[in-house]
């Protein structure tokens, strides 16, 4: 079967680009903040601080969203090794120095 895979658009690649930036951003924000805020629906005024486990689920899933995003942006110029590995280190290094620093 021959294979004729397409260069994605530049919408795609912004699009892709933006969402790892802002997962990242927002895995740094519950990091930093040291948990998040949720409130059941947009209505209500009482909203309920989370940290934690749950703090730390939402962070880890905040930032394996952002390295999937920066590792399929690596992936159109580099190896499939050498893509995964430097989406997943330059994601997941920093927020550990971080917390093992700030320990």
Do not use: E
């Not at 040291?34 to 730390?56: E, L």
């Amino acid at each position: 079967m021959p294979s004729s895979k397409s260069p994605p658009s530049f919408a795609a690649i912004v699009s892709v680009g933006a969402f790892a930036l802002l997962s990242m951003l927002g895995g740094w924000i519950i990091v930093w903040g040291g948990g998040f805020y949720h409130s059941p629906n947009k209505y209500v005024a009482n909203a309920r601080f989370y940290d934690g486990g749950p703090a730390v689920l939402m962070a880890l899933l905040q930032f394996l969203a952002a390295a999937l995003g920066w590792t399929w942006l690596f992936r159109l110029r580099l190896g499939a090794w050498a893509a995964t590995t430097l989406g997943f280190v330059l994601v997941f290094v920093p927020p550990a120095l971080f917390w093992v620093l700030a320990r």
